[in-house]
């Protein structure tokens, strides 16, 4: 498995993108999330004629924001095949497909929906709630061979990741998990939070501005990882 971040800002972050990646898994090219800044990243880095899966976290716009664009540009611009939209859930597809619907006007013209459970190696952990009232989000697990990508989407509670990824099988485990430096941001996990699994995990945090990390923070920040970013 190969991952590489398209940004690692939050909603305002404006400098450094949104949070999204593309991780190379199985042979495919999955997009984790399509905010308003990641079909220009994608355009900029010459790396969108690769996008043909894309898994979304939650329907905040800095994570699907220009996701009907980069549809569009695949299908007018490319005139490549239709990217293959992973869905964790009916709930969640009706209503992207909602949001869809009146940009693309047929969103199936440019996306083929798939359940996410007939693609082999990949968990979605439920996280309903635990980053804003009411809204469904979710996080992901990817497995292959020995290695382990755990992606946490928004989350506000860690235990929810961690705890499950302690019942699952045991590999070598590197965890991405969104990142606040306010305490008081129960929407985001503070980071002091994510200390007690660092024995045990790679961690590395992203959906963060860097400038603002506090010195005690002992969790590698992806943008300070130049191997990680795209």
Do not use: W
Not at 69 to 74: F, H, V
Not at 117 to 145: C, K, L, N, P, W
Request: negative net charge; charged residues 20%; proline residues 7%.
């Amino acid at each position: 498995m190969q991952i590489k971040f398209l940004g690692t800002g939050g909603a305002f972050d404006i400098d450094y993108l949104n949070s999204a990646a593309k991780l190379h898994f199985r042979g495919k090219h999955i997009l984790i999330d399509c905010g308003f800044t990641v079909f220009p990243a994608l355009v900029h880095k010459n790396l969108i004629q690769q996008v043909d899966h894309i898994l979304i976290t939650h329907l905040h716009n800095d994570h699907i924001g220009s996701l009907p664009t980069m549809l569009l540009y695949k299908s007018i611009i490319e005139k490549s095949p239709r990217p293959v939209i992973l869905y964790p859930s009916e709930q969640l597809k009706n209503q992207l497909y909602a949001i869809l619907e009146p940009q693309l006007k047929n969103p199936d013209k440019y996306a083929e929906f798939i359940p996410l459970e007939q693609f082999e190696g990949i968990t979605a952990i439920d996280t309903f709630g635990q980053h804003s009232e009411g809204m469904q989000t979710y996080a992901y697990v990817f497995d292959e061979g020995e290695e382990r990508i755990a992606y946490s989407g928004d989350l506000g509670k860690p235990e929810t990741l961690f705890d499950r990824l302690e019942k699952m099988k045991p590999l070598r485990t590197c965890v991405f998990h969104e990142i606040t430096f306010n305490a008081e941001n129960t929407g985001h996990t503070f980071y002091k939070k994510l200390l007690p699994y660092l024995a045990n995990y790679e961690v590395f945090g992203y959906h963060c501005d860097p400038t603002k990390n506090p010195s005690d923070n002992p969790v590698r920040l992806v943008f300070y990882e130049p191997d990680l970013m795209a």
